[in-house]
């Protein structure tokens, strides 16, 4: 129960602090002046990605299956003790590993935001490069 609470309090803190990244401001360094950049990516977060592990280390992604729209954003959270990715494929000896979408190497308690506008419609295969035996599915719908 304990875990399952600290889990939810994880999930529910990155949701809080995103808005804060998102409305990020840049200060200039020679004027000191603050200016808001409207490249900022401001689409909201539909589905979350947490990498985690259980009391044997064993890492697993939560949740197993995500199911997101055409464009969607998604936020792959890393709160195992290693390094770990999200890259497409079944593993590192497919053909089309990593070549969908790869997030590079997260760092224990780092996240990456992924935009899914290059992919079509379909179920995408993604395992960790780090370590190849834990795999997940996301589930690309229509945009409506």
């Keep these: 129960m304990k875990k399952s609470l600290f889990i939810l309090m994880v999930i529910l803190g990155v949701v809080l602090i995103l808005p ?3 409305s990020s ?3 200039n ?3 000191g002046v603050r200016t808001f950049h409207s490249d900022v990516d401001a689409s909201p977060v539909e589905a ?3 990498i985690n592990e259980d009391q ?3 890492v697993f992604y939560q949740p197993h299956t995500v199911t997101i729209r055409v464009g969607g954003e998604i936020l792959i959270a890393n709160n195992a003790t290693s390094d770990h990715s999200i890259t497409s494929g079944s593993g590192p000896d497919d053909p089309m590993a990593g070549k969908f979408f790869n997030t ?3 760092k224990p308690r ?3 935001e992924y935009v899914t506008e290059n992919l079509t419609p ?3 295969s993604f395992y960790s490069t780090t370590d190849p035996q834990i795999k997940g599915q996301l589930v690309v719908v229509p945009s409506e």
């Design 104 to 106: 590079d190497i997260i």
């Design 48 to 50: 979350v990605i947490m």
């Design 29 to 31: 360094v020679t004027t």
């Design 122 to 124: 379909g179920n995408y």
């Design 56 to 58: 044997n280390k064993s």
């Design 20 to 22: 804060i990244f998102h």
């Design 25 to 27: 401001y840049a200060q």
């Design 110 to 112: 780092g996240f990456v």
